[in-house]
T-cell receptor, first 112, second 115 residues
């Protein structure tokens, strides 16, 4: 079983839809959870950052962590064509900096 | 503006040739990383360095080499021993902290193609 599993998609939705992106993981030591957005031929950029369990909201984006289920989600409300990108989840086990472990990314396409 | 600069943006390598990818950051970050990204494979860690003059192998270090002589710079050499080097290479940096993990800042990447 891979440490981090992420459905690669592609996921296609109409403008204005609510999008749900998910990752599952196997290592119960993971404490830090992140979502990165990567546009085509660009480097990933940090979108959301969550420590331990719970929700975090930033504008149209909400990140959820359920450590009991080893499951994290990113919700995008009122999706826009500019949200079309690849979304990568990433996680790390401890307070001391360790190399992040990334999911393979989900490609999202939002049509106008 | 602070950030990470990768150069060149596109690089072509002939068979049997070594090439070096540049990565420079002015964020005063302690740690730096090199990832390789292939379609459907996600990001795979090649090497990382948490302090000057020290670095560790990642999951796919074979055929690659790095150096960390300055805090700001972490160049990656793709050697002729790397049999399938065509990929998108990403450099990243982060703060080293015993309190929190702040995530990475990525460069814009170098696309390497074997010709």
């Amino acid at each position: 079983q891979k440490e981090v599993e992420q459905d690669p998609g592609p996921l296609s939705v109409p403008e204005g839809a609510i999008v749900s992106l998910n990752c599952t993981y196997s290592n119960s030591a993971f404490q830090y959870f992140m979502w990165y957005r990567q546009y085509s031929r660009k480097g990933p950029e940090l979108l959301m950052y969550t420590y331990s369990s719970g929700n975090k909201e930033d504008g149209r984006f909400t990140a959820q962590v359920d450590k009991s289920s080893k499951y994290i989600s990113l919700f995008i409300r009122d999706s826009q064509p500019s949200d079309s990108a690849t979304y990568l989840c990433a996680m790390s086990p401890s307070m001391i900096q360790n190399a992040l472990i990334f999911g393979k990314g989900t490609t999202l396409s939002v049509s106008s | 503006d602070g950030g990470i600069t990768q150069s060149p943006k596109y690089l072509f390598r002939k068979e049997g040739q070594n090439v070096t990818l540049s990565c420079e950051q002015n964020l005063n970050h302690d740690a730096m990383y090199w990832y390789r990204q292939d379609p459907g494979q996600g990001l795979r860690l090649i090497y990382y360095s948490q302090i000057v003059n020290d670095f560790q192998k990642g999951d796919i270090a074979e055929g690659y080499s790095v150096s960390r002589e300055k805090k700001e710079s972490f160049p990656l050499t793709v050697t002729s021993a790397q049999k399938n080097p065509t990929a998108f290479y990403l450099c990243a940096s982060s703060i080293m902290s015993g309190v929190s993990n702040y995530g990475y800042t990525f460069g814009s990447g170098t696309r390497l193609t074997v010709v």
